[in-house]
């Protein structure tokens, strides 16, 4: 099969398309011809050296829709042809609170979905939502999991609440967006771009302030009247403060990544004067997967921001390295 190897740390142009051998599945196993496959942040991060536990050479790639092409000893043979979507989150173990020891994620350290098979654990597999096309489907698992379980796991979103959604135009941003819609939450963002607040509008956000403008912190406040109820934020650093500052006093900031650093000071007396909850996130369970999967086969569909030949990987991830996207960067794979 043909497939995106990353067998050198570095710029995009490190993703060579070769000729590999094809998976076999194993027992619990099944292998999906991939009709699509998607970007995220992680692949950047582990194409740099940015990342954990990195070996190499290695197919990058977590998200992926297909059809199940193989399974392996013990599965049942009824998924054969069907249309997946896959999980990329593997072996989560028994406690929905954590993952377990032996926790991984698609695309590291096992081969993911940058090229036109995948094999996965048979138990990751779910129906594609029938509506969507494949590069929309391929859009939705990490980011849409992730924003899922950070907004109706962690922070338990209601009806009525206000939402602050920081760096619209990531993949998990803008799901997360559609998400706390859903629920009934008010919702407004932030961005370096104007032109990004404004495709957020259009997405039923009721605001959003740049964020390279002096004095945007307070302006989210103002908008928010008492502050967000949620906070949702990836960026981490010199945001952090500032959000715990506008923070809703019992409000909850949730935090899945750390993409500009650490902060290097945190007024831990806002957090405890403020009766603040700070809640970490992380992917998700199964049931979550589920959950998440069945908004997307009714009322929401996921932003795709271009389609790609899987050839054209590094090209995919230069746009992504600009940040310019506005939702999920897809390769299409014939």
Known sequence: MK??????????????????????????????????????????????????????????GSDGAGEVADVGEGVDRAWLGRHVVINPSLGWGPDPRVQGPSYKILGLPDHGTYAERVKVPAENLFAKPAALPWEAAAAIPLAGLTAYRALVTRARVQRGETVLITGIGGGVATLALLIARHAGARVFVTSGSDAK?????????????NYTHDGWAKQVQSLCGDGPDVIVDSAGRDVFPALLEIVKPGG????????????????????????????????????????????????????????????AAPDAHRRMDQADQFGKIVLEIA
């Open 197 to 209: 607040i404004a495709r957020a509008r259009q997405l039923g956000a009721e605001g959003g302030v």
């Open 3 to 60: 497939a995106i190897l990353l067998r050198e740390l570095g710029g995009p142009e490190r993703l060579v398309l070769e000729q590999v051998p094809d998976p076999q599945p194993g027992p619990g196993e099944a292998v999906v011809a991939l009709r699509a496959a998607a970007l995220n942040h992680r692949d950047a991060w582990i194409r740099k050296g940015l990342y954990a536990g990195i070996a190499l050479p290695i197919i990058l």
């Open 252 to 311: 909850r900031i949730v935090t899945f990544g750390a993409t500009t650093g650490s902060p290097s000071t945190v007024e831990v007396r806002r957090i405890f004067w403020k009766q603040v909850s700070i809640l970490g996130s992380t992917m998700g369970t199964p049931a979550e997967f589920a959950g998440m999967l069945a908004l997307f086969d009714g009322p929401l569909t996921p932003i795709v921001d271009r389609v790609y030949p899987l050839l």
